[in-house]
């Protein structure tokens, strides 16, 4: 059984910046791909930015293009999510979630494991 934990996220003024962390538990985290995922109030889950298993390959949502990045430290178990130039429209439950393949993608129904989500807020 994995388990994904995330963490990072809070409250933060329209420009700021905040940095998510997702940890997985178990031996096999490098050999998957590792995908964030938001979803706001009243609205469908969304992808947001997805990584191969090695990180050398990454896959953005067009409306978080330039602004966000993720990445992921194989030694620690954990990838990560870099959002700057914060909007409001930002604002979601944020979850991270494992997938089952190595390269990353942004179908949501390639993923199987799932993290319990962390509340970002942008105010504007």
């Known amino acids: 059984q994995v388990q994904l934990v995330e963490s990072g996220g809070g409250l933060v003024q329209a420009g700021g910046s905040l940095r998510l962390s997702c940890t997985a538990s178990?031996?096999?985290?490098?050999?998957?791909?590792m995908g964030w995922f938001r979803q706001a109030l009243g609205k469908e889950r969304e992808f947001v930015a997805a990584?191969?298993?090695?990180?050398?390959?990454?896959l953005y949502a067009d409306s978080v293009k330039g602004r966000f990045t993720i990445s992921r430290d194989n030694a620690k178990n954990t990838v990560y999510l870099q959002m700057n130039s914060l909007k409001p429209e930002d604002t979601a439950v944020y979850y991270c979630?494992?997938?089952?393949?190595?390269?990353?993608?942004?179908?949501?129904?390639?993923?199987?494991?799932w993290g319990q989500g962390t509340q970002v807020t942008v105010s504007s």
């Open positions: 979630a494992r997938q089952n393949g190595r390269w990353g993608t942004l179908n949501i129904m390639e993923y199987d494991y």
């Open positions: 178990g031996r096999t985290f490098s050999n998957y791909g």
């Open positions: 990584t191969s298993w090695s990180g050398g390959t990454t």
